[in-house]
């Protein structure tokens, strides 16, 4: 079974709400990565977390990482139409080959 | 600055024809470099792994094979495609050797099996 399994499957906002995304995951990990994906294109890095750390900042971006409970979260805040989206987390519990999530579908409406 | 290219964008091919897509990257050396599958609205499957040329890991028993025969330059091939070979493939590299680093993705092809 996929290592990183994300929640909600989809999420549905108005612009300028927060969208918040979940993610679980089963084995230690050295770091947990979010990724973005707009439809038909590849994936792009957004932010990297290591298992040290507890919150990380990017811009509109906020991750939080409990590696108790084996899980993090992505924040972001005032959306825009622009993050209507696919966003994926990734693990490394196998170093350099990351397992990713079934992601979540964002969309953001004007 | 590092980039990735992908082709082609797009591909529809008939079944039991081959198959063969590039990936190369510029502007890094001796990179690990990754082969994807994604089903629609899934996750990515990772098939193939290398990090150095001629050295490839297989994830997956699959129809497919990857080639490493240059350091920056990564192929996907089949011999006979299959109905379920469809799906959108992408290619993706990160520094070799350094931990917590992220992978950085070209844009994929949509492989369409008729």
């Known amino acids: 079974s996929q290592q990183g399994e994300e929640d909600p499957q989809a999420l549905s906002i108005q612009e300028g709400e927060n969208a918040t995304m979940n993610c ?48 993090s979260s992505l924040l972001i805040t005032a959306s825009r139409a622009a993050d209507t989206a696919s966003y994926f987390c990734a693990t490394d519990a196998r170093g350099s080959r990351l397992t990713f999530g079934e992601g979540t579908q964002l969309t953001v409406n004007p | 600055s590092q980039t990735i290219h992908q082709w082609p964008a797009t591909l529809v091919q008939p079944v039991g024809s081959p198959l063969s897509l590039e990936c190369t990257v510029e502007g890094t050396s001796n990179p690990n470099l990754y082969w994807y599958r ?33 350091d920056r330059q990564f192929i996907l091939s089949s011999k006979k495609l299959l109905l379920s070979d469809s799906g959108f493939y992408l290619c993706a590299w990160s520094k070799m050797g350094v931990s917590n680093q992220p992978q950085h993705f070209g844009d994929g092809t949509r492989l369409s099996i008729l």
């Open chain 1, 24 to 71: 679980s995951y089963k084995t230690s990990i050295n770091n947990l990565q979010w990724y973005r994906q707009n439809s038909g294109r590849g994936l792009v890095h957004l932010i990297l977390i290591r298992s040290n750390e507890r919150e990380k900042h990017s811009g509109r971006l906020r991750v939080t990482l409990d590696t108790s409970k084996k899980s």
């Open chain 2, 38 to 70: 994604q089903a629609a609205g899934r996750g990515l499957q990772l098939l193939f792994y290398s990090v150095g040329i001629g050295q490839i890991s297989s994830e997956v028993p699959q129809n497919l094979s990857a080639s490493r025969p240059q």
